[in-house]
């Protein structure tokens, strides 16, 4: 290599081939064949041939029938005795010959243009009051383009509940992506006839926030692997080590620990994803001028005992609005119930399970009325006229049931 080297040096210096000759102490030969090369010399093994030559032609014609034959069968069909590692080199070679090639295309994200969503569940428990713990969902956006992370936990995975997080999600995004990737979320729809379809209430969120969403096929985990490695990335990096007293507390440890993850340096795209988040959510379209209507909506006349029932749970009204049609309305934090525009009872979201919430306003104003009323008078007898009440043996004389029963 390095006479090869000097040789040329020395010939475009201007130095004769007898003079290099004599210099180098090398053959005339030696100086013409590095002079006429293009390349530096290498050493090069002569190919010798291998015993699995002699049984490819069998190969070739095993994997003309059947391409996806495997190595082992190959061995046997064509009795081969000897390592089967050196055979399996060889059918590695020569397969793509009669496999049509399978490329896989690269998903290329545009700006502001997707984000995936999924529910990740996290394996440990949470206090949720009333000495109930629970594993409550978390929904999990993750944009494309970027890789940024937003989540929250959720009382449940319930359409009412789920809209309100993704609300909540979008409003701290501050921008709306053109279109939410999901998979078959009951909550948010399922394919059914060879086509997806939404529930009515995702139908009518999206509708007003005018986006689109993208229903991901059945047993299509690779659709949406950019949110299913951030669920993965929350288990193995957030949790380790954490205890949390509530789902308030779990939000509040959650948003501080995403704040540094999306600083993180993601190989995908070789940057942080804060990096790419300007230009992210400049390709996004606005909010719209007009909030959706989210969350739990319902009216019902209220009853005597004056409760609701909302998700397993009740929560006082004020008694006074007895018999009158309220209307309750319920976000992820707070539960209202008005009458006609009015406050008729405003309680905090209970994340426990068949509990009753009770306002010690409405439990006073429900005594005092009770009070108040004192024991109802018997109703009156209609036009005066006495009813008879007739009593009950009559009618078992009258079926013969009046013989008694050992």
Partial sequence: MEDWAEIRGLRRGGVAIKAIVRQLGVSRNAVRRALASVGPPAYRRPVRGSVVDGVEPLIRELLQTTPSMP??????????????????????????????????????????????????????????????????????????????????????????????????????VGALPRELVWDNESAVGSWRSGRPRLTDEFEAFRGVLGIGVHQCRPRDPEAKGIVERANGYLETSFLPGRVFCSPADFNAQLGQWLQLANTRMVRRIGCAPVQRWAADKAGMLSLPPVPPAIGWHCQLRLPRDHYVRLDSNDYSVDPVFVGRRVEVTADLDTVRITVDGRDAGTHQRCWARQQTITDPQHHRAARELAARAGTPPTPPVPGGVLVEQRSLDAYDKAFGLTEDVA
């Fill in 71 to 172: 190595a082992t069968v190959i061995a046997e069909r064509i009795g081969w005795d000897r390592g089967i590692t050196i055979l399996r080199d060889r059918v590695r070679e020569l397969r793509p010959l009669f496999v049509p090639p399978d490329p896989a295309s690269r998903t290329m994200y545009v700006p502001g243009e997707r984000m995936r969503c999924d529910l990740w569940f996290p394996p440990v428990d949470v206090s949720v009051g009333f000495g109930q713990v629970a594993r409550p969902p978390v929904l999990v956006m993750a944009a494309g383009y970027s890789r940024m992370i937003f989540a929250v936990m959720l009382p449940s995975r319930k359409a009412p509940d789920l809209v309100a997080g993704h609300w909540l999600l979008l409003r701290r």
